[in-house]
């Protein structure tokens, strides 16, 4: 099946730092999602961005599919940033629903 | 819209108890999942029914048994409760299959002892 690469595993940043999430696939995708886990265990929609590029207030994303890698940028991070961002791609074929990477768990601190 | 829900949000078993997870959505979606998540790890597929009528296995089916009861209602049984099954279970739903997005409920833990 695809494989999903999360990078990098853990971050922790000062509040009002900038960072970059990398998410790597092995195969062509059809659906890319971004997600927050908060500390709750809640898991918000990010981004739907099989390709091109999103922005929504401090965070944005890119995938390009073509070299088969997605990055979601978070920029002036705040305490309430903080949880694991999973990446979630999706293909015609196999299970018909998301593959998951591990996540990257990141810590706000103030 | 309350988007997807599940009950209950928590509940412990002792191995051998059967029980039964809900998921209701409201976004009138064609497709629905069933995940499991466990400790440091991303989610992992136990069943989905890509639509009413349809249920297929996913990546860790074994354990799990699920009925698609009308459009909006996806449930996943547990018949012989087993403590490898102690995880926290997500549904989601998508408008139809892989192309759309997914939107998943709160999350139901559970605990077998």
């Known amino acids: 099946g695809i494989q999903v690469e999360q990078s990098p595993p853990d971050l922790i940043l000062q509040e009002g730092a900038n960072s970059t999430l990398r998410c790597n696939f092995s195969?062509?995708?059809?659906?890319l999602q971004w997600f927050h886990q908060n500390p709750w265990g809640q898991l918000i929609n990010l981004f739907y961005i099989p390709s091109g590029t999103k922005q929504n207030g401090r965070l944005s994303a890119t995938t390009v599919a073509t070299e088969r890698y997605s990055l979601l940028y978070i920029s002036s991070s705040q305490t309430t940033d903080s949880g694991v961002y999973f990446c979630?791609?999706?293909?015609?074929?196999?299970?018909?629903?998301?593959?998951f990477g591990k996540g990257t768990m990141l810590l706000v601190s103030p | 819209n309350a988007g997807v829900t599940q009950t209950p949000k928590f509940q412990v078993l002792k191995t051998g108890q059967s029980m039964t997870l809900q998921c209701a959505q409201d976004?009138?979606?064609?497709?629905m999942y069933w995940y499991r998540q466990d400790p440091g790890m991303g989610l992992r597929l136990i069943y989905y029914s890509a639509s009413e009528g349809t249920t297929d296995k996913g990546e860790v089916p074994n354990g799990y048994n699920v009925s698609r009861l009308n459009k909006r209602e996806f449930s996943l049984r547990l018949e012989s409760a087993a403590p490898s099954q102690t995880s926290v279970y997500f549904c989601?739903?998508?408008?139809?299959?892989?192309?759309?997005?997914?939107?998943f409920g709160p999350g139901t833990r559970l605990t077998v002892t």
């Open positions: 976004m009138n979606h064609n497709s």
């Open positions: 979630a791609v999706g293909m015609n074929s196999g299970y018909s629903t998301l593959t």
């Open positions: 989601a739903s998508a408008l139809a299959g892989t192309t759309y997005e997914q939107y």
């Open positions: 195969d062509s995708v059809n659906n």
